[in-house]
């Protein structure tokens, strides 16, 4: 390519101002002399053109080769139907078809969600994946999607560039679905009171109604039926602390994309208004001090609590109206209101015939009925007073065997203790001997179900857990707790031993021996199964789309079994291991991709236009895609037609070579002005002779 380049040896200023003043010569000349003046206005035009320093630039260009990029959507709602195998055929067709194009460099880009941002981010996929082309190298950029994109600039001018912008829209007309959407949703409320969900089924091509299936923690509860379109309200009722989950699925429609989005789960924490406990002391003793402190620094614990101090018995002949003692509540606290309380605790208590056998059996019910009971044991528990001989030794883990061993021992956890959260990691257990003080007293007793999660003198049973139908039983086969808190040879955990103690009991969900819980951080679901087995089982974790994977797990501590698992999809995974379950929601609690998963060639359209491309759908109801010819065609020209999609070429080259020939008017302009110099004297010479 052969141009013209100028290299002035003045300033540029300095030069147009040379040339203006000749300029202005040469006309006031012309006016004055007449046409011979134009021999000196050619002379000036030499001395400037001198001063431009003229010369001829001859480039050797080589063209470049044109960019077109493939924009692939794998995004969630890509995978709904059979739009991830159509994406796959369509993508390796345009391939093919842009391989036989000559002089093309094809970029191939992987678009869906960002880490931490919700939707489809195609553009911004694209620009990435663009930010090293020059704008003019861009022949094209055809995109395969299904047209659910969340991140459309706004117009053309945020777009970046110019070139023909071609979507390809995967799914077919037509396509029906049905999701379930939370309105409204409790985080908290009180166990034992009634929440309310309010939620709302939507559909395209259904049936105008639809039945939904209500269950709590993994329990069926109830159906009801219920019209799309409508809010409708669920009322489910708290039955104990800690996370209570309410599952909400609406009936799938028959050939729906999609039925990850036909149920929504609401996690609500369970908080006690107050835990009652019923503390009962069947007589003075120096751990009674021990319960009271413990149970009445918690905030959140109402204690009722008895001393029996007169027992009946006792008859010394002083009038009752002479007593300062408060009479014990029997009736009240055994029969009208004991289903009032979480925990009740016999500490030290021996059947005095204070309480009749109609009132045991009313205890009895009361934890098969879901209740608690702590039996603390002292000498008492060993005698023929012993509460083990009332109705209650139906509930009981065991029976006292009589002995009382009244010898130093430090308590010690037991091999199933270990795997029980209410013993493992107490403070000073993790060296042998414990780190603690020791007690003076063991009750003997045979053990006849339960765990036995600490041990005492000779290796006896000192802690024993049971559960009896909905309810929990424990039995401390020792009263000298007391110990610790006292700091008898340094003391020991017994805050924490006792309050893990009285939390079990009341089914506080941190402290479950058979548990499994799930959390999601990013794009990882960590996975926490707690067991009082030697193996965790299997473990299934169900996609939102209902892929299964199963997975390994690692023992973190004993009882403890860890694992994460690497999500492929948002939404909520559903996790089992036996008869638990447990939930893990991947990204945002309701994400878009899920809330609206209907192709649409009508998002892209204004943009795509603008740019010259189109916008069509590759497939009909049924059969397989079919992809548009693809051909280049010239600038300014149509980039589209009925069955055929246009790519302009770049018109950008690369400079390979440069020659530069000087026009050389040096001593040439000095002759030509000498000559011209010559000629307007000579002629003007000729003139004043005439």
Do not use: C
């Amino acid at each position: 390519m052969l141009t013209l380049s100028f290299t002035p040896f003045v300033p540029l200023w300095a030069l147009i101002a040379i040339g203006l003043v000749a300029l202005a010569f040469a006309v006031v000349a012309i006016l004055s002399r007449g046409p011979v003046a134009i021999i000196r206005a050619l002379a000036l035009a030499i001395v400037l053109a001198a001063l431009a320093n003229p010369s001829l630039v001859q480039e050797e260009r080589e063209p470049v080769r044109s960019v077109v990029a493939v924009v692939t959507d794998r995004s969630t709602s890509q995978t709904l139907a059979d739009r991830a195998a159509m994406t796959d055929r369509v993508r390796e067709e345009v391939e093919r078809r842009l391989g036989t194009l000559p002089d093309l460099d094809i970029r191939f880009v992987e678009a869906g969600e960002q880490e931490g941002e919700d939707g489809t981010r195609l553009f911004a996929a694209l620009g990435r994946a663009l930010a090293d082309v020059p704008p003019d190298r861009l022949a094209g950029v055809i995109a395969i999607t299904d047209g659910v994109v969340h991140d459309i600039p706004a117009d053309l001018s945020e777009l970046g560039f110019r070139a023909p912008l071609h979507a390809l829209v995967t799914g077919r007309p037509g396509e029906r679905d049905r999701r379930i959407a939370l309105i409204e949703a409790p985080r908290f409320g009180i166990v034992g009171k009634d929440q309310t969900i309010r939620a709302e089924v939507s559909e395209r091509g259904g049936t105008g109604t639809a039945q939904v299936t209500i269950r709590r923690d993994g329990q069926f509860v109830r159906t009801q039926n219920v019209r799309t379109g409508t809010p409708f309200s669920v009322t489910i009722r708290l039955d104990h602390g800690g996370p209570n989950v309410v599952e909400i699925e609406a009936e799938p429609l028959p050939g729906e994309l999609t039925q990850a989005n036909n149920r929504a789960v609401v996690t609500m924490e369970g908080i006690r208004e107050k835990l009652r406990v019923l503390l009962v002391s069947g007589e003075p003793h120096p751990g009674e001090r021990t319960w009271r402190n413990l149970l009445k620094s918690d905030a959140n614990v109402d204690l009722v609590h008895f001393t029996i101090l007169r027992p009946p018995e006792k008859q010394d002949g002083t009038p009752i109206n002479e007593l300062s003692l408060i009479a014990f509540p029997t009736r009240e606290l055994f029969q009208q209101k004991i289903k009032d309380f979480d925990l009740i605790i016999f500490d030290r208590y021996a059947n005095q015939s204070v309480l009749p056998s109609t009132y045991f059996d009313n205890i009895s019910r009361y934890v098969r009925e879901g209740g608690a009971l702590l039996i603390a044991a002292g000498p008492e528990f060993a005698s023929p007073a012993s509460l083990a001989r009332t109705r209650l030794t139906a509930i009981l883990p065991g029976t006292p065997d009589g002995q009382i061993l009244e010898e130093p021992f430090r308590p010690k956890i037991t091999r199933d203790g270990e795997r029980h959260p209410v013993a493992r990691d107490l403070p000073g257990s993790e060296s042998d001997p414990p780190a603690w003080g020791s007690w003076l007293r063991t009750i003997g007793a045979n053990i006849r179900r339960g765990t036995s999660v600490m041990a005492g003198a000779g290796e006896r049973p000192l802690l024993v857990l049971s559960r009896e139908e909905k309810g929990r039983v424990a039995v401390l086969l020792s009263d000298h707790a007391w110990l610790w808190a006292r700091g008898y040879e340094d003391g020991g955990p017994h805050v924490d031993l006792l309050r893990r103690l009285a939390h079990w009991l009341m089914k506080e969900p941190a402290l479950e021996e058979e548990a499994l819980r799930a959390t999601a951080a990013g794009r990882e679901i960590r996975i926490e199964r707690q067991t009082m087995g030697r193996e965790p089982g299997e473990i299934r974790v169900t996609s939102p789309s209902g892929r299964e994977q199963t997975t390994g797990m690692a023992e973190a501590r004993p009882g403890l079994f860890r694992t994460e698992v690497k999500a492929g999809e948002l939404g909520l995974h559903t996790i089992r291991s036996g008869d638990l379950i447990a939930f893990a929601s991947v990204g945002p609690a309701n994400p878009r991709e899920l809330s609206d998963v209907f192709s649409d060639t009508e998002r892209l359209r204004p943009l795509v236009e603008a740019t010259g491309g189109s916008v069509r759908r590759v497939a009909a109801e049924t059969g397989a895609p079919t992809v548009p010819r693809i051909q280049m065609v010239r600038s300014g020209a149509r980039a589209s037609g009925a069955d055929w999609i246009g790519l302009r070429p770049s018109e950008a080259a690369v400079v390979r070579g440069v020659s530069v020939y000087p026009l050389g008017l040096g001593l040439l302009g000095l002759a030509g002005l000498l000559g011209l110099v010559l000629l307007a004297w000579v002629v003007e010479g000729r003139r004043r002779r005439a």
